[in-house]
């Protein structure tokens, strides 16, 4: 059991990386954590690629004229662009929250949703009248 898990620690890096990211993104109200949770995850998916283009005892992809093992670069050449990705919809998000922190004063989430409910009530009462 103990050689299972040590052969293959780097899918349960993963797995440990996703749950944590997921949990952040379920259970946190901020806005900036969620996001933070966010990469997380997003970098636990980067892991696991990379870790299925790596071949035990594969070289890098160079021609030698000898017949060996090679590990795919294709991975890791994808893993390069979804991080330039990833960067960008970070600083989109974070954008986005001090938008919402202009615009509401806060960043909790919850507190987010009773503002709305208090604008929605107040509208509808003006509709009333």
Do not use: C
Request: glycine fraction near 10%; aromatic fraction near 8%.
């Amino acid at each position: 059991m103990l050689e299972l898990f040590l052969a293959k620690y780097n899918y349960w890096i993963v797995i440990l990386l996703m749950m944590i990211g997921l949990y952040v993104v379920v259970a946190r109200g901020n806005l900036v954590k969620k996001i933070i949770g966010l990469n997380v995850f997003q970098t636990s998916v980067f892991v696991m690629y990379i870790s299925l283009g790596k071949v035990a005892g594969g070289t890098a992809p160079v021609l030698t004229g000898k017949n060996e093992l090679f590990s795919n670069p294709l991975p890791h050449v994808l893993i390069l662009t979804a991080i330039v990705v990833g960067v960008a919809t970070t600083a989109l998000g974070l954008a986005i929250v001090v938008r919402v922190r202009e615009a509401y004063g806060t960043i909790e989430d919850d507190e987010i949703e009773e503002i709305e409910r208090q604008d929605m009530a107040g509208d509808l009462e003006g509709r009333r009248r």
